[in-house]
């Protein structure tokens, strides 16, 4: 089984969702060996988990708050999205860049995460970023990859997963401009157990190229 992570990021508003969903559904991914993943903007979580009933999509979201409740304005706490979404990414890049999320950040948002049935989906810029103990998946994501059309090869990423020694059973993912041209390098080894999906997965016919590939 390959996990399919869509990051749609700061895009999409409820529309486009919606069409993204609907187009999605109709191209029928009948492929038990993948699980789709699409984490859109927090507020559109809901709405899009009704729309998504009959499907085999899951949804994640984005972030999550490091407090669980309180005098904390704007937060989107573990507690909030506890049965509205499976999953959630933490740690990526861009938060640590742009919110600058350290480590210790980090590990209170895993902790949440799991205390309200939360799977992260625990992002790592490189080896020398620490991981949680308590963290199932873990998306490699090298910077100059996200974003640029650069992905990095998956001999580079197999090197990666070694340094890390993960315990067994941990999930290992890649993410950095994984297209349906290059995706299909990384599925020749079964060490590579999915993907984060940055541009590609914006248009839902591009992301099911993708995903179709397994
Ligand atoms: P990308 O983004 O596929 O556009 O490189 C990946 C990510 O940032 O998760």
Redesign the pocket.
Known sequence: MRYFIA?WKANKDLNEAFQWIDTFIKLQLNNGRVKVVICPPSPLLYPLKERIKNSNIELGAQDISQFEEGKYTGEITAKTLKGLVDYSIVG?SERRKYFNEDYDTLSKKVLLAKKYDIEPIFCIRGVEDKIPQEVNIVTY?PVY???TGDNESPEIVLKVKKSLKLDEGKFFLY????DKNNVESYLTTLQIDGF?????SLDPEEFFAVVKKV
């Open positions: 990051n990526h994501e990859a996200i974003g993410g950095g401009s994984v984060l999906v940055g541009t590609a």
